[in-house]
């Protein structure tokens, strides 16, 4: 689970981050990975905060976030599903899991709904090939996901699916 997902970062927050850290270079990555677990994501203000103190560009403090794929630069909803792509699962239909996640909750990946509930990421191989096509929802492997099931997936975390395009 992620660990403070409700938290709305402001500026005392983000400053009280990146002041355990000397105003260096090198502390960039640390400073970016406490406010990812933290916020779940790296707020916009956060970057330029830590470009002000490390005395860096933004675009190198960004090209940065961009770069390492354990970041997010946009929040992530309350489930975070994580639909895995390798090869196994591929061959298996993902691409039906996020299309229907997609109609139903009208998110492609790297999106969150507009309420904050869902979001979806696509993954490499999670190591549970046995159990393709596999999704994680949070920290939880949902295994052997069918085009319905993911569709009851979804009910039994709250969100409302379309019953006329199941
Ligand atoms: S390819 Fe999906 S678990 Fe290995």
């Known amino acids: 689970m992620p ?3 409700n938290s709305k970062p402001n500026e005392e927050m983000l400053l009280a981050i990146i002041n355990n850290y000397p105003g260096e270079n090198r502390y960039i990555l640390s400073i970016m990975q406490d406010m990812q677990k933290q916020f779940n994501y790296l707020p916009r203000q956060g970057l330029e905060m830590i470009a002000l103190h490390v005395d860096s560009p933004f675009s190198q403090v ?7 794929k354990a970041f997010s630069l946009v929040p992530k909803g309350r489930i975070n599903f994580k639909v895995c792509d390798g090869t196994a699962c591929h061959i298996k239909g993902s691409n039906v899991i996020i299309d229907q996640i997609y109609k139903h909750l009208g998110i492609r990946p790297g999106e969150t709904t507009p309420d904050g509930e869902f979001s979806l990421e696509t993954v490499n191989c999670i190591g549970a090939c046995a159990l393709a096509p596999a999704v994680l929802a949070n920290d939880r492997v949902h295994p052997k996901v069918t085009s319905a099931g993911i569709v009851e997936i979804i009910k039994s975390y709250g969100g409302h699916v379309d019953a006329s395009s199941k």
Do not use: Q, R, W
């Open 3 to 5: 660990a403070e997902t």
């Open 62 to 68: 960004y090209s940065m976030a961009t770069f390492y």
